[in-house]
């Protein structure tokens, strides 16, 4: 006995035994002497082939047949019979004629024939007395009755083992099966009392070489009379057919390998008879009999015993489906576990976790890893988390592979040799469509030892005085402890896992579909409702009949553009998400709170009036007392809230009368709450008209420049112009820049209208005397940050032939605060063209800018001069700021001047230019010509 045995190195013996597993054993070239045999040509019936042993029964010699027609060796009844025989059913042990043959000696005969190639070959064999075939024929019915009563798969190989051992009268019956291996072991036996028993033994798979496999299954009935026969010859005529050997592969008769006998003979066997089990035209096993002294059965016993392996290999398939159906079963209550598991779990990872038990159950396995998405989850007794990738890749193959089994991980990966204690088996499954995803499972080593019937590394030996290769002569059991190794996974564990691949692919199906509703429901920022889903909302509420009371609050943040341009559009994020935050702790649990885009926000309220209403709208606007956060620094937000009720407008103008009331508090200054009222739908409908009313202007010419002097002081003499834009509608007359100018901001109409009035203006500037006038013309924000000005602006110039220097762009404190604006202006600098900041002293920016900035001009808001001359503190103030610009070599222009008192200030400040009433209005490009020529 040894443990754990070294690999052999392969000898001369094994490359003997490799000849003997190529041994053609079909073509033996001779039969076992307890019969005849004769071949004729299928065509001719004159005889090919004969046994040497013929012409004991005929009284003519083997030779002296060959060539002469088969009648008249049998006889012509005989051959009748025999053709019309071979004409019926293929070759089966059981078709045995009982034939007079024309022999001097024992003239009844077993007869058998079959089709061999072109020939017919028969084989004659002594009668069977016919009172012992009756005794068989009424045993073998019992046997099968037995047989098929038997339960369970064990059950049924005890009882065949005993039921064809007092059948066939062996000293030793067993029924041997063939694992995948090839490995054959004992699994039934029943003996004689004095026999050692060979239950559970093993043979290695070159005792039943491939060869001879593949002939049990042509012929699966198999006896050797005796060991120790002389086997006698087939002689041949070649001139009488072709030269190739006769295939003898359904000979009963044929004479079996040297080898096999001495193989025999050295186990003390003097006699066999095998039965082929066959299930599904594979060899599953053999019933397997020995007798000690010779024993040849007869045809009719042969023939009985080949009904019961067929019926063998019909039970073991029933008993096999019994006992896979009752594990599939089991496996399907676990895999309707696992299903429910999932259905309820938020992931499916989560869900396979959660179910780690039924995990586990569904393949017989100790422990598991799952990864999804990623993310590996440990289940029961595993390798460590940090081996676990490693394990995924040494065993996880492509998506839609089938599960791959493995029971020595160690001799597959050395590296992960050490884990056997937890991992030897591996059973591995690739789930999902993320390559490395999958369910790894895992079984501990098992030590076995195995009993083999002789040493299976032992499997020949050389005669050591002839040379000659001799099979082994040792059988007594020899044992190896196999490490390791875990339990076999078998086909069903591989169906189950594929089961398991089947519900998970459906509940990530269940799981993606999810995630894309909530992805389509859900603002993917603040985590807030989306559009989409508040619309559903309301759709519902709607649907009612009527609808129930309910409030609608729309707010979004006062300047909140500001940011965005000021601090970045990440600021600007950061603000949202602060705000879905207020706003969620705000709500009720059974308000609907959404943000349907920008920074609009809506809470939804059923069952709301319109004092809850504005009472929520208030401690939302209360809640921004407390500053939020923006670029890593407070900053202090406003918000604007429209209030609707269901009662007060009707269900299906919600949304449009909450957006027009936020308008209403924008206009009113913002930071506060308002009511919807229905007068404010006209006002939402005036806008709506002139948002749309706008697009058409352009191209209709109701878009005017107006120009106002801008005059030196002191003398009032005209320096330039500012052009200002005007807008005649066809039905509302003369529309203020007030009112329009916004909506084209909002619908991104300013760029077109900005580069209408830049081309516009240089082409009046073109037709202005002299060269020393400028104008002033306002840019936008966008205009500066699509970087187009900058080449649109130098075409206008050069087709006009005006000068750059004679151009001032006006912007708006808040366009400095954006550095992409910033640096379009630079660029209109450094093309000559000056840059004033507009309505300075009201917007964002503060005096330390002026330094840095690229401009050339300050215009100080009327705000600052409506003052002067009348409040001591405004004329100081005016003067630092004129001083403080002079400082910085700006020039400088006051707006909104009306008054003399204001002019005879400003000059005495030492203010450059003025601008506004006192001077002029701003009038049509035909008065300022005129102005300008009676200058």
């Known amino acids: 006995m040894r443990a754990d045995p070294a690999p052999r190195p392969r000898d001369a013996t094994d490359a003997d035994l490799a000849t003997c597993a190529n041994e053609p054993i079909h073509i033996p070239g001779a039969i076992q002497p307890h019969g005849a045999l004769v071949a004729a040509d299928a065509e001719t019936l004159r005889v090919t082939h004969v046994s040497a042993n013929l012409g004991r029964a ?42 007079d043959l024309p022999f001097p000696r024992d003239p009844r005969r077993n007869v058998m024939a079959h089709r061999s190639g072109g020939r017919i070959v028969v084989e004659i064999e002594p009668a069977s007395p016919e009172a012992n075939f009756e005794v068989a024929l009424a045993r073998a019915q019992a046997v099968v009755g037995g047989l098929r009563r038997t339960g369970s798969l064990g059950e049924l190989c005890d009882r065949a083992a005993r039921e064809i051992r007092a059948l066939t009268g062996y000293d030793r019956v067993m029924v041997y099966r063939f694992n995948p291996e090839g490995h054959g072991q ?23 070489p491939a060869q001879a496999r593949r002939l049990y299954l042509l012929q699966r009935v198999r006896t050797i009379g005796r060991v120790d026969y002389e086997p006698v010859p087939v002689l041949a005529d070649a001139a009488l057919g072709d030269a190739a050997p006769l295939d003898m592969s359904y000979c009963a008769l044929r004479s079996v390998s040297p080898v096999h006998l001495e193989y025999l003979a050295n186990m003390g066997v003097g006699a066999t008879f095998a039965i082929s089990i066959v299930q599904d035209e594979t060899l599953w096993g053999m019933v397997v009999c020995h007798h000690g002294a010779p024993r040849t059965p007869s045809a009719d016993m042969r023939a009985l015993c080949d009904l019961i392996g067929q019926l063998l290999g019909l039970l073991v398939g029933e008993a096999e489906e019994r006992e896979d159906l009752r594990v599939r079963m089991q496996r399907q209550e676990t895999l309707s576990e696992l299903a429910s598991a999932l259905e309820g779990a938020r992931g499916v990872a989560d869900g396979l976790a959660g179910a780690g038990h039924a995990l586990l159950r569904l393949v017989d396995a100790t422990g598991a890893f799952v990864r999804l998405g990623g993310r590996i989850r440990a289940i029961g007794a595993t390798p460590p988390e940090s081996a676990a990738e490693r394990i995924f890749q040494a065993v ?30 591996v059973l591995a499954l690739p789930v999902a469509n993320n390559p490395g995803d999958g369910v790894v499972w895992f079984r501990p080593e098992v030590a076995r030892t195995v009993t083999w019937g ?71 920022l603040t985590g807030l409702p989306n559009r989409r889903l508040f619309e559903q909302q309301i759709a519902r509420w709607r649907s009612g009949t009527p609808p129930a009371p309910a409030a609608l609050l729309f707010f979004d943040l006062d300047r909140f553009k500001t940011v965005n341009d000021s601090l970045g559009h990440a600021a600007g994020d950061e603000l949202l998400v602060q705000i879905a935050g207020r706003l969620g702790s705000l709500v009720g649990p059974a308000d609907l709170a959404a943000r349907i885009g920008g920074d609009e926000f809506v809470v939804f309220c059923e069952g709301a009036d319109v004092a809850a209403a504005t009472a929520l709208a208030e401690r939302i606007i209360a809640s921004f007392d407390e500053p939020l956060a923006a670029a890593g620094r407070p900053h202090r937000a406003a918000v604007s809230v429209g209030i609707a009720c269901a009662s007060a407008s009707g269900a299906a103008d919600l949304l449009r009368d909450a957006d027009a009331a936020m308008y209403a508090a924008k206009r009113a200054g913002g930071n506060r709450a308002v009511v919807f009222q229905p007068e404010l739908q006209e006002t939402a409908l005036r806008t709506f008209k002139t948002e749309q009313d706008l697009f058409y202007a352009l191209d209709r010419g109701e878009l005017v420049l107006f120009y106002q002097p801008i005059v030196a002081l002191p003398g009032e003499r005209i320096i330039g112009f500012e052009a200002l834009i005007r807008w005649h509608h066809p039905e509302r007359g003369w529309i203020t820049p007030a009112e329009f100018i916004p909506r084209a901001e ?38 500066l940050s699509d970087g187009a000005l900058h080449d649109a602006l130098a075409r206008a110039l050069e087709r006009e032939g005006v000068e750059p220097g004679r151009i001032i762009l006006e912007v708006t404190e808040g366009a400095l605060m954006d550095q992409g604006a910033v640096r379009e202006l630079a660029r209109l600098r450094e093309l000559g063209c000056l840059v004033a900041v507009d309505d300075f002293g009201t917007g964002y920016s503060s005096l330390a800018y002026l330094q840095r900035l690229p401009i050339d001009v300050i215009k100080i808001d009327r705000e600052f001069v409506s003052a002067l001359g009348e409040d001591p503190k405004a004329d100081r103030f005016m003067r630092a700021l004129v001083g403080l610009a002079h400082t910085l070599e700006l020039r400088v222009v006051a707006e909104g001047v009306e008054t003399a008192a204001q002019r005879d200030a400003l000059t005495a400040m030492g203010c450059e230019t003025g601008q506004g009433y006192l001077f002029s209005r701003p009038v049509p490009s035909t008065e300022a010509r005129a102005l300008i020529a009676g200058a």
């Open 58 to 99: 005929t009284g003519v010699s083997g030779r002296a047949g060959l060539g002469r027609p088969l009648a008249e060796l049998l006889g012509a009844d005989a051959v009748t019979a025999i053709l019309a025989a071979l004409s019926g059913e293929r070759y089966s042990p059981g078709n045995v004629l009982t034939l």
């Open 186 to 208: 004992v699994v039934a036996e029943d003996r004689q009392a004095d026999l050692e028993s060979f239950l559970d033994l093993r043979y290695p798979a070159t005792d039943i």
């Open 396 to 425: 996880l193959g492509p998506v839609g592979d089938d599960a791959a089994a493995i029971e020595a991980l160690g001799e597959r990966s050395p590296d992960l040799a050490g884990f056997r204690a937890e991992a030897s088996g």
């Open 454 to 524: 002789g040493d299976p590394g032992r499997k020949a030996e050389i005669d050591p005085g002839t040379g000659r290769l001799s099979p082994r002569k040792s059988f007594a059991a020899w044992t190896e402890t196999v490490r390791g190794r875990s339990l076999p996974w078998s086909s069903g564990d591989r169906r189950a896992a594929a089961d398991l691949r089947r519900l998970v692919t459906r509940a990530l199906l269940r799981q993606a579909e999810a995630e894309l509703m909530r992805v389509a429901n859900i603002d993917p």
């Open 746 to 783: 909002e619908t991104g109409l300013i760029g077109r209208i900005g580069q209408w009035v830049v081309e516009e203006g240089l082409r009046e500037l073109a037709a202005w005397p002299g060269t020393e006038l400028r104008l002033s013309v306002n840019v936008s924000p966008r205009q």
